[in-house]
């Protein structure tokens, strides 16, 4: 049972401000009051902790709209680009980091899912981060890259035919420190995942005419302009279904970060940039090595399942 001292203190303002005014300056996105002693001057003379908490809020607050920006790539139902604001954003992240479940990460970015549903925006939807390179590889910026997503988007329904997908982005915006694309959440596995055991081969995935597909689709891309510059395992999916998918997506390729557009006379594995050169392979080598992967994957699973008979 909670004594009436300690209710009064649950109840007091004082408290419960100095409280979150301690939570708020040990936030390391609010590094940078500590940054500028001005700021710290007018946290510390505050006259209450009621009045250092809203000037702390206060100084915050225009930074973030300093930096807002955002750009509704595609139209979503429910979602209307004239009721977004700061503040909307501001609460979408925080419920996305509240509860968010990691799903992948690379060198520059992570993507997690909220395990708790946003209303107006798409239930399976999940947020790609940017994050410091480790090793400078020349990666686009969040919305450069959700733009050119969604050429490749694009480009992919008009090649449905060799049924691989490219997931759908929604909208991108930055927001202080955070970086971020929202878009479709996939139902599949990376090939990485598959062959380290945390996915599996649907029995009615054809290993050779997937591959063969996804030359197709590379070559196609690379015809219209557009070269993705990461292929690898890991950038590779395939979906997890029992049954062959109703929708005709065998799998999809993803991850744009380093993805740019191909202009004549120029290679289109180079990137020069701030006084830097990135060269990246080509993206036609991704097939063989996802060729022999899944068939040596597929004659172990076999093997496997023949000496359990």
Request: hydrophobic share 35%.
């Amino acid at each position: 049972m909670e004594s009436i001292e300690q209710k009064e203190q649950i109840l007091d303002p004082e408290i419960e401000a100095e409280r979150k005014l301690e939570e708020l300056l040990e936030d390391p996105g609010s590094a940078f009051l500590h940054e500028h002693k001005i700021h710290i001057n007018r946290i510390e003379n505050a006259e209450t902790a009621v009045e250092a908490l809203a000037i702390a809020e206060s100084i915050i607050m225009k930074r973030l709209e300093a930096t807002f920006k955002f750009n509704l790539i595609r139209p979503v139902e429910g979602v209307e680009t004239d009721l977004v604001n700061l503040e909307g954003i501001r609460k979408t992240l925080d419920t996305v980091k509240a509860n968010q479940e990691k799903i992948g990460e690379g060198g520059d970015a992570y993507v997690v899912i909220a395990k708790t549903e946003i209303k107006k925006f798409p239930p399976e939807v999940c947020y790609k981060f940017a994050k410091a390179e480790a090793t400078p590889r020349g990666r686009n910026p969040m919305a450069y890259e959700a733009e050119i997503q969604s050429d490749f988007y694009e480009q992919a329904q008009k090649l449905s035919d060799l049924h691989i997908g490219v997931p759908e982005p929604y909208y991108s915006s930055e927001l202080g420190h955070d970086k971020l694309i929202a878009m479709e959440k996939l139902p599949a596995k990376s090939v990485d995942d598959i062959l380290r055991g945390m996915g599996s081969l649907p029995e009615w995935f054809d290993i050779d005419r997937f591959c063969d597909n996804l030359e197709k689709f590379l070559k196609t891309l690379h015809e219209q302009g557009l070269y993705h510059r990461d292929m690898h395992v890991g950038n590779v999916m395939i979906r997890q279904s029992i049954e062959e998918p109703v929708d005709g997506w065998w799998g999809y390729v993803i991850d744009f970060g380093l993805s740019g557009y191909g202009i004549e006379n120029m290679d289109p594995y180079r990137k020069e940039m701030a006084d830097m050169v990135f060269t990246y392979h080509k993206d036609d080598d991704i097939i063989k090595e996802v060729r022999q992967a899944l068939h040596r994957y597929k004659y172990i699973q076999n093997h496997n399942a023949r000496k359990e008979v």
